[in-house]
């Protein structure tokens, strides 16, 4: 769907569409506030029968705050996932240098708990010493 489309959807009765005349209106809008996204994102805070009430003063003004709003979340969203990927790629040690051992393998006798492990293993360890 197009940006034209949503904002007429969004902004107009649904009784009072007019496509000619709103489709009109609504590329003014969306030639002075550009961002796709911007028309998904923002919620349609006063309906009239037409677009042109959004250009009274009251409205104009709240749909310019809107979107520098918007833009202003955009750029931490963007700003933000720079850094992230950032301090990611600074990360100079890997967690696993490889198939490199490091020293001596311990050999643990236990000493049987039970009377099936004494009689499975033979020896507690008092007697190996």
């Known amino acids: 769907m197009r940006a034209d489309q949503i904002i007429v959807e969004k902004f107009v009765k ?6 000619p005349r709103d489709i009109k209106v ?9 961002e796709f996204q911007f028309w998904q994102w923002v919620e349609p805070f006063e309906t009239g029968d ?4 959004l250009f009274n003063e009251k409205n104009s003004k709240i749909l310019q705050e809107k979107y520098s709003y918007f833009l202003q979340q955009q750029d931490l969203k963007k700003s933000s996932e720079k850094l992230k990927e950032s301090f990611e790629s600074k ?19 236990r000493k049987p708990k ?7 293993y033979g020896k507690t360890s008092e007697e190996s010493n």
Not at 50 to 53: D, P, R, S, T, Y
Not at 91 to 109: M, Q, R, V, W
């Open 50 to 53: 037409n677009l042109l009430h």
């Open 14 to 19: 649904k009784k009072s569409i007019d496509w």
């Open 26 to 34: 609504a590329l003014r809008l969306a030639k002075k506030y550009p």
């Open 114 to 120: 039970t009377l099936r492990e004494f009689l499975n």
């Open 91 to 109: 990360l100079s040690i890997p967690y696993n240098h490889g198939a490199e051992k490091f020293g001596e393998d311990i050999s643990k006798t």
